[in-house]
Nanobody
């Protein structure tokens, strides 16, 4: 399985960007996908995730209301629309993939990077003030 992330760049505070992540290769039939980010000098953190059906989405508090995660299952692609960007959103953004299945504590499960099996190479987002 390969994940190809794209869409990063240099923008000003208040601008928008849309990240894309396309999955290719052999996968299980139902997948959940997520976005994580790692800022300079910090640990990688959860940003957003979306279940197979698209109805269940999860966000970290700092991006809720500004970022929107969507997916196109026909293309095995997940998107992260990032609006009202802030300098603190500057980071390398990684997409990740895991099998979608009912879980105990679903909300926590799909926020935990340890539960993701495949990762993209990362795309850099830089937000200037």
């Amino acid at each position: 399985v390969q994940l190809q992330a794209s869409g990063g760049g240099l923008v000003q505070a208040g601008d928008s960007l849309r990240l894309s992540c396309a999955a290719s290769g052999r996968t299980v039939s139902r997948i959940s996908m997520g976005w994580f980010r790692q800022a300079p000098g910090k640990e990688r953190e959860f940003v957003a995730s979306i279940r197979w059906g698209g109805q269940n989405t999860y966000y970290t508090d700092s991006v809720r209301g500004r970022f929107i995660i969507t997916r196109d299952n026909a293309k095995n692609t997940v998107y992260l629309q990032m609006n009202s960007l802030k300098p603190e959103d500057t980071a390398v953004y990684y997409c990740a993939l895991t099998e979608d299945a009912p879980r105990l504590n679903t909300g926590l499960y799909y926020r935990d990077e340890r539960n993701y099996d495949y990762w993209g190479q990362g795309t850099l987002v830089t937000v200037s003030s």
